[in-house]
């Protein structure tokens, strides 16, 4: 009779709540590996001929050499391009843009970043975000899309001489493509920060709840 009652509840519990859905994950993680290819061998194309007055450790670098950088970074490319292709295209058709991202409101956006510098906001509920990551993960999508075009200006600004020309030209679009590198660099920092700080968001992120 026990056993039965257990059983029972077994089949009466709640399913847990998938807070990621599985294409939000697969397309999440090629996606890392993807943008961690393209950003080593960046910087070893950048060594090449730097823009500043540093360059990067040959040890963080990806190709050894100008010419094998550019082949990872080309080859990854493609990677980068249909994933998030793919993943643009799935979150305006399923709404899980407009549902996880809108609205951001400036008045949200101060009081959770006062709640967040005062150890006062909440992660009970991860399938809802706060307005701080609203904003970080909306902004991060912009910059994705401004490093791939200012990426695709530099790469052929002959063929795509009007965007390289809506960059400003080459040069800027290139200082454009590198900027947008150090802003992903610095969302990582944060983004990977928390998730090791919030493991249930990194649990999600894995197994969908
Ligand atoms: C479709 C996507 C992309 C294309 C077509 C592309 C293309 C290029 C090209 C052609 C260069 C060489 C520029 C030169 O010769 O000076 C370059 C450099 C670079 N790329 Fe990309 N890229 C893309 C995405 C990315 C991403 C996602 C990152 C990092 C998150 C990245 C990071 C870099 C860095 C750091 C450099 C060196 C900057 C410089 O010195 O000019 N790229 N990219």
Not at 5 to 23: C, F, G, M, N, Y
Not at 77 to 103: C, D, E, I, Q, S
Not at 105 to 128: N, Y
Request: hydrophobic share 55%.
């Amino acid at each position: 009779m026990s056993s039965l009652a257990a059983s029972d509840e077994r089949t009466l519990a709640a399913p847990a709540k998938v807070i990621q859905p599985a294409w939000v994950r697969v397309l999440h993680w090629i996606n890392a590996v993807a943008i961690i290819l393209m950003i080593m061998s960046g910087w070893q194309i950048y060594n090449a001929s730097p823009l500043f007055d540093f360059t990067f450790s040959h040890s963080i670098t990806l190709g050894g050499w100008l010419g094998g950088a550019l082949l990872w970074h080309f080859a990854a490319m493609w990677l980068l391009m249909v994933n998030g292709l793919v993943y643009l295209a799935l979150g305006l058709a399923t709404g899980r843009f407009r549902k996880k991202l809108l609205p951001i409101s400036p008045s949200g956006v101060i009081s959770d970043t006062k709640a967040a510098l005062t150890g006062r906001l909440s992660h009970d509920d991860l399938t809802k975000y706060n307005y701080v990551q609203k904003l970080l993960y909306a902004g991060i999508i912009v910059v994705g899309v401004v490093i791939v075009l200012s990426g695709l200006s530099i790469w052929k600004p002959v063929q795509l001489q009007w965007l390289t020309a809506l960059f400003g030209g080459y040069d800027v679009a290139r200082y454009v493509h590198f900027f947008c590198m150090a802003a992903i660099c610095a969302f990582l920092v944060v983004h990977v920060a928390l998730a090791l700080l919030v493991p249930k968001s990194l649990r999600a992120m894995i197994i969908g709840r």
